[in-house]
């Protein structure tokens, strides 16, 4: 199996296609498009944001929400925004039907599985999880997808942002 190993990505919904499009900077390798569905997403977003209130710690001290609301902060504040991925002509248009999450308590791994038995794998920390998950949703509110799925403590983290 070939593993195409991804290193950057960047998001922009499409309001002709009603997807995002995750553009993807490979090792090596020209940049890969994926569209990515609304139902794909709302999935990916389920599973990532399940595993975040399963790992969190609990402590009597501290509300769990408020604590991954302020962990979920912490990483949006520290985001550094760099120069977009930009598709190329040839590039490599993919439309997953799955994306397979694998978490550990230091990072997370997508893979999204391609043609001929390849894949394509996402490795990212768990602060750079949640920025993932941060831009998506700044992708949901783009597209005026619902939102009613994301939990409260994720939500309510957006009010304090600029």
């Known amino acids: 199996m070939s593993v195409i190993i991804l290193t950057k990505v960047t998001f922009m919904y ?24 609304q139902r794909l997403c709302r999935r990916l ?19 769990i929400g408020l604590h991954l609301s302020c962990q979920q902060r912490d990483a949006e504040w520290q985001h550094q925004p760099s ?5 190329r002509i040839g590039s490599l248009l993919v439309l997953p039907e799955k994306v397979v999450l694998s978490c550990s308590a230091q990072s997370a791994l997508l893979l999204f599985p391609l ?36 939990p409260e403590w994720f939500t309510k983290s957006e009010l304090g942002r600029n």
């Open 14 to 37: 499409s309001e002709v296609e009603d997807r995002i499009l995750m553009s993807a900077m490979p090792k090596g390798e020209p940049p890969v498009a994926f569209w990515l569905t």
């Open 45 to 63: 977003v389920l599973a990532i944001t399940d595993y975040l209130e399963r790992s969190a710690s609990s402590s009597a001290l501290v509300d």
């Open 83 to 87: 120069e977009p991925v930009s598709n």
């Open 115 to 150: 043609a001929d038995g390849q894949e394509a794998q996402l490795q990212m920390n768990m602060q750079e999880l949640r920025q993932w998950l941060a831009i998506v949703y700044r992708q949901f509110q783009k597209a005026s997808w619902t939102k009613e799925f994301w």
